[in-house]
């Protein structure tokens, strides 16, 4: 097993006052070439917006894109014709294909936003633009990782042009899960959201990333509680 220890610390950082954005991969003002993707998985910005505050409409076009709030509400507005609220506990998924406007915005005037924004390189170019969003049944997430994404569009929880999967976990202090991968050839990237892992004897705290690569399966021990997201993704 190979892996790459990318700390919270070590993330490039911007803060445009409205904007509080941490990017674990090169983005925007940020550049790092040793930091640009983890193989399939491209962007994963941790992102603050203040109260009524956010993104205008803005365009995107080959690429799957991935939001999870971690609190507060998100408000989404698409060129599709959709307009929803994404909350915690949701995840929302965009297949921009061969092109699509959006706008996300803090839906409240009294509090932040907090949320992942993750973006995954297609299997497939010039799809049909498509939306999803479905709510994450965190009960079934203690001391288990439970998959939020995939490529099936009829397996659990929402899909992308990918061969990919996400899980989330809320594992109690002292508790051990075993990952298996869906599919040897990828990697994983785990990303602790909350609290304290180690992964394989890899001590992991609140927003550090670990790339996992060359091995079929892993074990997380919850040294605090925690919430973690692994991204399963193409290497190659």
């Known amino acids: ?122 299997n497939q170019k010039n799809v049909q633009p498509r939306y999803d969003q479905l709510a994450m049944d965190e009960s079934k997430m203690k001391n288990n990782f439970l998959q939020v994404l995939s490529p099936d569009k009829n397996d659990e929880g929402v899909w992308i042009h990918q061969n990919a999967w996400f899980s989330m976990g809320l594992i109690e202090k002292g508790n051990t899960i075993n990952y298996v991968l869906k599919d040897k050839n990828n990697g994983v990237y785990a990303f602790v959201i909350e609290g304290a892992v180690s992964v394989n004897d890899e001590v992991l705290e609140k927003r550090d990333g670990l790339g996992i690569t060359e091995t079929d399966a892993f074990t997380v021990t919850a040294t605090d509680n925690a919430k973690v997201l692994l991204m399963e993704v193409p290497i190659k």
Do not use: C
Not at 56 to 70: A, F, K, V, W
Not at 79 to 103: F, L, P
């Open 1 to 122: 097993m190979k892996t790459i220890l990318h700390k919270a610390a070590t993330r490039g950082h911007a803060n445009h006052g409205w904007l509080n954005s941490y990017h674990t991969f090169s983005f925007a003002g940020y550049y790092d070439p040793a930091r640009i993707h983890f193989g399939a998985l491209r962007v994963l910005n941790d992102d603050t917006v203040a109260a009524g505050m956010g993104f205008g409409t803005h365009p995107h076009d080959n690429m799957e894109i991935i939001s999870i709030p971690l609190s507060g509400d998100l408000k989404h507005r698409d060129s599709m014709g959709n307009e929803a609220i994404i909350k915690q506990g949701d995840i929302q998924v965009m297949s921009a294909g061969t092109g699509i406007s959006h706008s996300e915005m803090n839906a409240n005037r009294d509090k932040e936003v907090k949320f992942l924004q993750i973006w995954v390189f297609p």
